[in-house]
């Protein structure tokens, strides 16, 4: 069983910031890639971004140059920080961990830019 614990969402205004973590506990075994999908109402969970274990780093087009992943391989835990958030970054959040086994999902954190 593997768990991930997310934390740091919250309401902001528009530019503004937020850090989201994302913890990672249990039975792991030999993490391929950890990153996060976004999911606003009544749309489709989509991918944002992922770091894999050897370091490399993607983002979607849309929050290029404004999100920033990073990752704390002793503490199994990823960090995602927003910047100049857009009324458009309104969404659930969710952690994700893939793993030789598996496919994980965190609990979701709520983020929400408003104008």
């Known amino acids: 069983q593997v768990q991930l614990v997310e934390s740091g969402g919250g309401l902001v205004q528009t530019g503004g910031s937020l850090r989201l973590s994302c913890a990672a506990s249990?039975?792991?075994?030999?993490?391929?890639?950890m990153g996060w999908f976004r999911q606003a109402p009544g749309k489709e969970r989509l991918w944002v971004a992922h770091i894999t274990s050897d370091g490399r780093i993607a983002y979607a087009d849309d929050v290029k140059g404004r999100f920033t992943i990073s990752r704390d391989g002793a503490k199994n835990t990823v960090y995602l920080q927003l910047s100049s958030l857009k009324p458009e970054d309104t969404a659930v959040y969710y952690c994700n961990l893939q793993d030789r086994i598996g496919n994980y999902w965190g609990q979701g954190s709520q983020v929400t830019v408003s104008s």
């Open positions: 249990g039975s792991i075994v030999s993490i391929n890639a």
